[in-house]
């Protein structure tokens, strides 16, 4: 990375004139105005010498010379926002993967020429300087980058909308290799500060938890203060400036001196610990009560705070809650968020004294939910002796909800009992009659007397219930924060087909029923600025010239017009020549970080994504594991005729998630004996990326040209980087399933490598697996190799091992054995057309031409108008 030098006028050029003098600066500069302020910037707000300034202090000017722009219009647009006074949408998520900001931000804001030859004259190119950049580490995957999507797309298309978060200050964890394992160190992003933020400390809420109720008035028994920091969220091609508000806790007494003076140090700060805990890290381990805790603590604490921020300005301009329908929609992005329905209806009771059937009007017409999963043991799910403990007054309101609900629902449930022919009146069950002295009778044949059964309408509503049993731990209850939030919003939708017609089959059947209009399909997408124009430079330009616009970038539709450009043989050399630079790009970066050697004419094969066994990396491992056999097993001669493929894996596996941690060893393990081994060489490398971020993704997903989303059918929801990788012309290999279904429709299924069972039949397999013997002799023979310690770690392997193969244990859950053929038939496929370069180009620029509808603009034009009822109101330019 360049470095300004000791010297500094052969690197920080401060000196040297530009043909457009603007007048004179700091140390006699004549320059123009932009460079001229990044140096006042670095001498008087950084506090660094333009003589031996660093790299991140030439970032640091340059980021806060950008920020006042970016603040001029972010300021504006809310002025005029409040002056028009429109309907806002309200994002709440639990996490925003923002990634770098100083590219997107100067690109949005049309600034990179400006910029560009400024940072230029001063000897650097932002390119270097936006290295500089800590990653945002205030999010995970799709779920959280979904959200940074919806935000950049909220303000492209001038729509009022401000997201609510967490700051948090270390993140998830900082994931590191050591010996091949997963190692988990804290994120440290906030350490030089980051000047995209703006600081609130005049907005402060106050956020309660445990304590106690009485008749219905809540006593916080702790409390902690949740200070607001901005971060503007700028449109591209607009002088709209969004906003993402995120919520910081503090204590509300910040050092107890009288105990410092005793000498209990650690008593003197428990209060600001137990605060900073909450806005700590993102996901804290649930394992432990206290990390239970933990976490609905985080949620209730953005929840509430952005709640209560909301209220607060409607409230400076308007009188009547009943019109908070009309200028407010809040936006439950997943689970994590749908505490909102309690929390809402408690500041509007509690705080503001409404009765409370006018509360609940106002609360389901004000709220709307996202689900995000298709599986029933994803749907959050809190303890009611946790709920109750920690937000007692919330757990009241829940438990009149949820009888309120299953009341209105009786007169329907009779009817169905009637319908079905089976009585509404309770079984009787005989039971010896008791004796005078209160013992049962014992004699054969004594009289009996009945004994009632559950009333089968009681039995019949708890389908239905917000409040639930627990089903592997008797006697618990639990209150399903799904059920609530489809309960208490007016929407609810799913993120792709195939996953909004699977929840309205399964998970919320019963719900489906009864509100057939709350349920909306929204497929996801991804912002075409970050995700095409701005990762992939090259790829960008050649589409700009081609179709003689650069419009594409705000109307994603334009890339149809690719389409007649697919079969150009001259055009595919171009398109060809891109994806070559990108992939020396992506090489340098592995060697960097892992210190492996790559080849560049090699196909690259890339899985990045969370780890976990439903999107099954293992399966890709099992078949990484029988190229590298099948390569061994070839002479020299034959070996020549073998396409060379670089595997690249990134992710995290949750730091309690014990099977997702040991599919990272296997791939580290794997990695090792293969890049190692002579007698493969170039033909196979397999490379692990620890710390999977937004900037790695922008480096891997240019470059690649084989994605994998191959999670089993009907367990992804949709996922998001299907999408990116489609628009930057990389093929897929995937199962039916999310929105893969959707991408297969656009871009032509045949043009896809798709493999595995339907969604329809998982069901059924699941219930034969137990008797399932029909393994593909490769299937087993991997499994030996690893089971035999192949890749070493012989024991610790040996349940990765009985996960798949054990069907005694009922295991295979995720039916890696049942899909393992097909996944192999679509990797001889792959093999085969990748010989056909020709080929392979003209499906990458088909993927490319139909990947327009995947634009998260799209997505949120479709929210806008079919859910938030929210408009676009577009500032003066």
Request: net charge neutral; hydrophobic share 40%; proline share 4%.
């Amino acid at each position: 990375m360049a470095q300004l030098a000791a010297t500094p006028r052969a690197v920080l050029n401060i000196d040297k004139p530009t043909s457009k003098k603007v007048g004179g600066s700091a140390n006699g500069l004549a320059d123009d105005s932009t460079k001229a302020d990044i140096i006042k910037k670095l001498e008087y707000t950084v506090g660094a010498s333009p003589s031996d300034a660093k790299a991140k202090d030439a970032y640091q000017a340059v980021a806060l010379s950008v920020r006042e722009q970016l603040l001029d219009k972010f300021n504006k647009t809310q002025e005029y926002w409040k002056k028009q006074d429109p309907k806002f949408v309200y994002y709440l998520s639990a996490e925003f993967l923002m990634g770098r900001s100083l590219w997107n931000t100067v690109y949005n804001l049309g600034l990179e020429g400006k910029y560009g030859q400024a940072v230029n004259a001063l000897g650097y190119k932002l390119e270097e300087l936006r290295e500089q950049e800590q990653n945002a580490a205030l999010g995970n995957g799709g779920l959280g980058r979904l959200a940074a999507c919806f935000l950049d797309s909220i303000a492209t298309l001038d729509l009022p909308g401000w997201g609510y978060g967490i700051r948090y200050k270390y993140g998830m964890f900082k994931q590191a290799l050591k010996d091949g394992f997963q190692d988990e160190l804290p994120d440290i992003w906030l350490t030089n500060g980051n000047p995209w933020e703006i600081a609130r400390p005049n907005i402060q809420y106050r956020i309660g938890f445990y304590g106690s109720v009485d008749n219905h008035k809540w006593s916080p028994a702790e409390q902690v203060i949740a200070q607001a920091y901005d971060n503007p969220i700028p449109g591209y091609n607009t002088s709209t400036v969004g906003n993402l508000r995120l919520w910081e806790a503090k204590p509300v007494n910040e050092f107890a001196l009288d105990k410092f003076n005793e000498g209990k140090y650690d008593e003197a700060v428990t209060e600001r610990r137990k605060a900073e805990d909450i806005s700590a890290v993102l996901y804290p381990n649930d394992a432990t009560e206290y990390g239970k805790e933990l976490r609905l603590k985080q949620q209730f604490f953005f929840v509430s705070a952005s709640i209560q921020d909301v209220l607060a300005r409607f409230k400076e301009s308007h009188s009547n809650l009943k019109d908070l329908p009309s200028k407010a929609m809040f936006q439950m992005n997943d689970t994590h968020p749908t505490i909102a329905v309690a929390e809402l209806m408690r500041l509007l009771i509690d705080q503001e004294g409404l009765g409370w059937d006018e509360a609940w009007a106002i609360t389901v017409k004000t709220l709307a939910f996202t689900n995000h999963t298709v599986m029933p043991e994803a749907l959050e799910k809190w303890p009611v002796k946790v709920m109750g403990k920690l937000l007692p007054r919330h757990m009241e309101i829940i438990d009149k909800i949820d009888s309120i609900w299953k009341d209105s629902l009786k007169e329907k449930v009779l009817g169905n009992l009637e319908k079905a022919g089976k009585s509404a009146k309770p079984a009787a069950a005989a039971k010896p009659k008791a004796s005078t002295d209160g013992k049962p009778a014992k004699k054969a044949g004594a009289e009996v007397e009945e004994e009632e059964e559950e009333d089968p309408v009681e039995k019949e509503l708890t389908r239905y219930g917000i409040i639930t049993e627990n089903p592997w731990e008797k006697g618990v209850k639990l209150v399903n924060m799904a059920f609530l939030a489809v309960v208490g919003s007016s929407s609810t939708n799913g993120v792709a087909h195939i996953h909004s017609e699977i929840i309205k089959e399964t998970i919320f059947k019963d719900f489906y029923e009864i509100y057939p209009e709350k349920f909306q399909n929204k497929t996801n997408g991804v912002t075409p600025r970050r995700w095409l124009a701005y990762c992939n430079p090259g790829l960008a330009a050649l589409i700009t010239k081609a179709l003689g616009t650069d419009a594409w970038i705000k109307e994603a539709h334009l890339l149809e017009g690719l389409r007649k450009f697919a079969g150009d043989k001259d055009f595919q050399a171009k398109w060809r020549a891109v994806k070559l630079d990108n992939k020396k790009r992506l090489k340098a970066v592995i060697k960097a970080r892992v210190g492996i050697d790559v080849p560049v004419n090699a196909l690259y094969d890339i899985q990045i994504k969370r780890i976990h066994e439903y999107k099954r990396q293992y399966l890709n491992m099992l078949s990484v594991i029988h190229r590298y056999h099948h390569i061994k097993s070839l002479s020299p001669a034959e070996r020549k005729k073998v396409v060379p493929r670089v595997v690249v894996f990134g992710g995290k596996a949750a730091s309690a998630y014990y099977m997702a941690k040991k599919i990272v060893k296997l791939v580290t393990a794997v990695g090792d004996v293969v890049n190692k081994d002579p007698d493969v060489g170039d033909l196979l490398k397999v490379v692990f990326l620890p710390d999977y971020n937004v900037d790695l993704a922008e480096v891997i997903i240019p470059a690649a040209e084989l994605s994998q989303h191959i999670s089993t059918a009907g367990t992804e929801a949709s996922g998001t980087s299907n999408m990116k990788f489609q628009m930057n012309g990389c093929l897929i290999i995937g199962t039916m399933d999310g929105a893969n279904v959707e991408i297969a429709e656009e871009i032509g299924k045949e043009n896809m490598f798709v493999f595995g069972v339907d969604a329809d039949d998982v069901p059924r397999l699941r219930e034969e697996r137990k008797n399932f013997k029909d393994y593909d002799p490769r299937f087993t023979a991997v499994l030996k190799s690893i089971a035999d310690g192949e890749f070493g770690n012989k024991e610790y392997f040996a349940d990765m091992v009985a996960s798949v193969s054990d069907m005694t244990k009922g295991n295979d859950w995720f039916l890696v054995a049942n899909d393992f053929a097909t996944y192999m038939d679509a990797q001889e496929e792959v093999d085969a057309l990748y010989g056909d370069q020709d080929e392979w180009t003209r499906r990458s620029i088909l993927y490319t031409a139909g990947s327009g509808f995947f634009s998260s603009d799209r997505t949120i034009d479709q929210y806008a108008k079919e859910i938030w009822n929210v408009k676009p109101v577009a500032p003066p330019a």
